[in-house]
């Protein structure tokens, strides 16, 4: 396997799906999750038979599950394609993702935790949708600080694409204390500090 750490982001921004399709062989499982996402997102119908053989050696489970939903979705795209290349055309200039939308999500991956703060707020005003995936990336990710986990999830609860534990965070304002208890109640067992911020 391959050790070097490849930029997903960029490989998926420039719509790079051979540097993707490499990337399923990298040492590091979760670069294999990711780029595994990444040609879901851009619906590379060529990339089906690498998934097939990346999921024959894949042993890491969650990534496992990632490189199936691909394939899953790929496939069933692949055969609505080859019934209908007209829709399926269309269906691609709409998963263009505007140059403002990408620099904002570039932002939410950088290492400025302000702008990726900042960035997550634009993107859940200007409900982008194709923004959600990096966003649910960057929140499940260890390393990310506490404040932007917050800013993430606030985004994904206007995009109305929240994880399980971010949706447990809207449910701490509901105007029910019982809702309220219950969702601080899963929260700590989650041991969700990221949601203890003001």
Known sequence: MNDFLPDIWRLQANSDVDGLCQALTNADATIRKKAAAALRALGAFS??????????????PETRSTILAALSIL???????????QETMEMLVLRTIDPEIQRLIDDINGTDNLKAIRAAQILGDKSAKEAVEPMV???????????????????????ESAPVEVALL???????WQVRRNSAAILGQLRASWAVEP
């Open 47 to 60: 990339a089906i038979a690498a998934l097939e053989t990346a999921l024959d050696r894949e042993s890491d």
């Open 170 to 176: 809207g449910a701490l304002r509901s105007p029910e």
């Open 137 to 159: 990336m960057r929140f499940n990710s260890p390393k990310t600080p506490i404040t932007v986990r917050l800013a993430l999830a606030e985004a994904l609860l206007k995009l």
């Open 75 to 85: 496939q069933q795209e692949k055969e609505r394609k080859d019934l209908n290349p």
